[in-house]
């Protein structure tokens, strides 16, 4: 009798299209859904954040929010309670702002200095993170919208921002990828940092809390030659995984893609990774193993539009689910 180990080595997914949600007039920048499953928002370098109906496969237009400046980030609170943007225009708008879902009373954050391209909601839904281009986190209090630890001072434009599931540590990645981070929210202090700022590079990515705190997955790229040639298309095509203590990399490194990873997101049990790059395709992945369970081939910039299948068309830092997709089980090879 086959073992449960080599009936999955012998079995792939195949990755089915749902629907494709149409709207956007720029690229879709991050995404985010309502705990139901129903609902989904979308925010773009449009200047618009976007509510959409997934079972009617539409836009609910009464939700819409028109910005100042172009938004960058999006997070839904587990209780369905608050919905944060960040954003800002390189010409000075900045925008950090949470509404609260029930009531519509809206919340302004200010401090950060620069454009907010990343936030997180904490697991028991009482603080918001946020990272920007001025080098700093910041952690605020949802509720009172006061600043309640930080600013964290990093070395770079932070571009990634993860609470860990009990709200005690914080994991920062810079803006290209190359220096990952972790701080001990209440005293404020940096417990280890691995690689370096470079100007090279691109890795917009989330990131990810794993094994029970205990690991970070991350798109990561560890060096590259002063002189390559490399443009930002060609950087960080790797995903490892990282021991939280010591940020010494745990386990093999999830290979496959040819170009930039623009998009990552893990299953909410930790079972599945689902990864999709500059080279065109999306890949879902068995955690554990690392087997690829599947590819999936998109275009990437047809007509401006956001495809639901996987994030297919959105820009980096969006934050694909798996759950986009219907994964179906087959005989290796038939997907």
């Known amino acids: 009798m ?15 299209l749902v629907t494709t949600l149409k709207g956007h007039g720029r690229w879709i920048h991050s995404i985010s859904y309502f705990p139901d499953g129903q609902r989904m928002i979308s925010v773009s370098g449009d200047k618009t954040a976007r509510q959409w109906d997934l079972k009617a496969g539409k836009e609910i ?50 401090g950060h200095s620069a454009e907010i391209f990343c936030v997180d909601i904490s697991a028991d839904n009482t603080l918001l993170v946020s990272g920007s281009f001025d080098e700093t986190a910041r952690i605020w209090n949802l509720e009172t919208g006061k600043l309640v630890a930080g600013p964290f001072k990093s070395v770079g434009w932070v ?27 209440q005293s404020q202090k940096l417990d280890v940092r691995i690689g370096k700022p470079s100007g090279r590079g691109v890795a917009l990515t989330p990131i990810f809390w794993t094994n029970k705190n205990k690991t970070i997955i991350a798109a990561f790229q560890f060096s590259f030659a002063a002189d390559s040639p490399l443009d930002v298309f060609d950087y960080t095509k790797m995903i490892y995984e990282f021991d939280a203590v010591t940020l010494e990399t745990v386990g093999a490194p999830f290979e496959g893609h040819t170009k930039y990873i623009s998009g990552l997101a893990l299953s909410f049990d930790g079972a599945l990774l689902a990864s999709a790059s500059s080279d065109d395709t999306i890949k879902l992945w068995a955690f554990e193993s690392r087997q690829l369970l599947a590819s999936f081939h998109f275009t990437r910039y047809p007509s401006k539009t956001t495809t639901i299948s996987a994030s297919a068309t959105l820009h980096p830092t969006s934050l694909l689910r798996p759950a986009l997709l219907h994964a179906k089980s087959q005989p290796a090879g038939i997907y």
Do not use: H
């Open 2 to 16: 086959a073992s449960a180990s080599t009936k999955a080595a012998t079995t792939k997914s195949i990755l089915k």
């Open 61 to 110: 237009e009464e939700a819409r929010d028109v910005c100042e400046g172009m938004v960058w980030a999006v997070a839904v609170s587990r209780d369905g309670q608050w919905v944060v943007t960040g954003g800002g225009d390189f010409n000075g708008e900045l925008v950090l702002k949470a509404c609260e879902v029930e009531t519509g009373i809206v919340k302004i954050f200010e």
């Open 159 to 185: 571009g990634a921002v993860r609470f860990s599931p009990d709200s005690k540590k914080l994991a920062v990645r810079l803006y290209f990828g190359t220096c990952l981070e972790v701080w001990d929210v």
